[in-house]
């Protein structure tokens, strides 16, 4: 009897295995299309879904800004990064242009978080001087300046402006990051400034990557050369001088009159 009740445990202990075997596998399962569908920002528009999951209702107090700057998936962090300043929720997605820009929507709230912060977050993981930002094809090693040629204007850096006020911020914040060469001397700055356009979000499982799977997406902005371009572009300097480049962060208050750091700061 006794080894029968045993017998039995055993059995038990295996199908509670078995099950546990299978759901770990479907929820890995459900994490690589989450991963697959969120690149999906970065397909021609034909071989996109047909179906789009439509934008949550905009609260009230709400009030939303679009930027574009290469696989929108890779700024979504950033800005999700200060929702204690007062971001709601952010949107990975494309504007509805003839090039399909990808982009993000950013909501926030304008009693907490100013337009200015928005601006300094979005030109701290950008590179303006390039036409194409960093497509996941860039080389293993993180060669920012290889890029797939294809993919053209739909990775190209924008600041989609609602009304005047936000031109005027974007044009002057875009004009003191651009003399401070901050990317290099006397490199030209090709991000544009336009008028906003309606804008398509990805599917709901086509957001947030860097939760959704966040190991796939460590590796993909480790493939792209962002990282890694940014770790050195922004590299702590010891001086309280910038010295040939400007840099967005220093040990001590910078004394550069260029104004750069209060443009990244959002405290200009």
């Known amino acids: 009897m006794r080894c029968r009740r045993f017998t039995a445990i055993l059995a038990t202990v295996h199908t509670m295995r078995v099950h546990a075997m299978r759901l770990h596998a479907l929820r890995h399962e459900t994490a690589r299309r989450r991963f697959i569908l969120n690149t999906a920002s970065l397909l021609p528009a034909s071989l996109l879904p047909a179906a789009i999951t439509p934008a949550p209702a905009r609260a009230a107090d709400e009030k939303s800004a679009v930027f574009s700057g290469g696989a929108a998936c890779y700024l979504q962090p950033f800005f999700d990064e200060i929702r204690y300043k007062g971001v709601t929720r952010t949107e990975v997605g494309r504007v509805d242009d003839a ?73 002057q914040s875009r004009k003191v990051m651009e003399s401070a060469e901050v990317y290099g001397k006397n490199r030209k700055f090709l991000t544009e400034i336009l008028d ?62 260029n104004g750069c750091m209060g443009i990244v700061s959002g405290r200009w």
Do not use: M
């Not at 792209?224 to 922004?234: D, L, M, Q, V």
């Open 99 to 171: 090039a399909n820009t990808r982009a993000l929507r950013v909501f926030y709230n304008p009693d907490k978080c100013s337009y200015k912060a928005l601006l300094g977050v979005y030109w701290r993981h950008v590179d303006p001087t390039r036409a194409t930002q960093f497509p996941l094809d860039a080389s293993e090693e993180g060669d920012a300046h290889q890029h797939d040629r294809r993919a053209g204007d739909a990775f190209r850096t924008v600041i989609w402006v609602a009304d005047a006020e936000e031109r005027k911020l974007a044009e």
């Open 196 to 257: 906003e356009k309606p804008f398509t979000p990805t599917p709901e499982d086509g957001q947030d990557l860097y939760t959704a799977d966040a190991k796939a997406y460590e590796k993909a902005i480790k493939k792209s050369g962002r990282a890694k371009f940014f770790e050195k572009t922004y590299e702590p300097v010891t001086t309280t001088a910038c010295e040939e480049r400007t840099c967005g962060y220093v040990y001590f208050p910078c004394s550069a009159e």
